[in-house]
């Protein structure tokens, strides 16, 4: 079982550009979310989906988008990319999307914006 | 909202000595409580969990988080550190808000914990 797969790896973008970044759970959870870590900052949500169909918006939202088409996947869109969102990017996912699940996270993909 | 705080940027500790990370929280009330760890270059792992019952909660690898409700805080405990203890631990505050609103775990900054041998 792999849990959460994230790819790319790691990736340097040329502002301006858009770009996907991918992420797929085998866990057949029903939430899904997009964090974003920065150093001293801790991790922070940018978006998230209780379940197939519905996202949310997080704490830092803007300049980033999401669809959950199917349970597995739970793509991050970044339109045109800023230097400002380059980051480490993380996707977690959860049974239920309560407050008390235990959230299972990716690899992680490392965003570089030139 | 909740809030976290996590005074301690970096740690440093020799192998075998005991560890304390501190962790501090703010929440109207009685809040669900996590710590994870993060090894270098990978995703974050949940250590333990704090819902309710118990205030001493037993994690993996050997550590353990009391939540004293007085002080407001939920500090993670190992008696005797490992070298690969060394990683970065978050502690985590769980909360739940109306139905379809974001339930997010708000995170500390985060404290890295190295171990000299």
């Known amino acids: 079982i792999a849990g959460i797969t994230q790819a790319p790896t790691s990736q340097i973008l040329a502002a301006g550009r858009r770009m996907t970044l991918r992420c797929t759970q085998d866990?057949?959870?029903?939430?899904m979310y997009w964090y974003r870590q920065d150093l001293g900052l801790g991790l922070r949500l940018i978006h998230y989906?209780?379940?197939?169909?519905?996202?949310g918006k997080g704490e830092v939202p803007d300049g980033y988008s999401v669809s959950r088409a199917n349970t597995d996947d739970f793509p991050l869109t970044l339109a045109s990319a800023v230097p400002s969102q380059t980051s480490v990017y993380f996707c977690?996912?959860?049974?239920?999307?309560?407050?008390?699940?235990?959230?299972?996270f990716g690899p992680g993909t490392r965003l570089t914006v030139l | 909202a909740q809030s976290v705080t996590q005074p301690d940027i970096h740690i440093t500790v020799s192998e075998g000595a005991s560890l304390e990370l501190r962790c501090n929280y703010s929440?109207?009330?009685?809040?669900?409580l996590f710590w994870y760890v993060q090894s270098p270059g990978q995703g974050l792992q949940l250590l333990l969990k704090y819902f309710s019952g118990d205030t001493l909660v037993q994690g993996i690898k050997g550590f353990e988080a009391e939540f004293k409700r007085s002080q407001s805080s939920f500090n993670l405990r190992k008696p005797s550190v490992h070298w690969s203890d060394a990683a970065e631990y978050f502690c985590?505050?769980?909360?739940?808000?109306?139905?379809?609103?974001?339930?997010?775990?708000?995170f500390g900054s985060g404290t890295q914990l190295t171990v000299l041998p």
């Open positions: 866990m057949r959870h029903n939430a």
């Open positions: 985590a505050v769980g909360a739940g808000r109306s139905s379809g609103s974001a339930r997010q775990l708000t």
């Open positions: 989906s209780n379940t197939a169909g519905t996202t």
């Open positions: 977690a996912s959860s049974e239920l999307g309560g407050p008390g699940d235990t959230q299972y």
């Open positions: 929440y109207g009330a009685t809040p669900y």
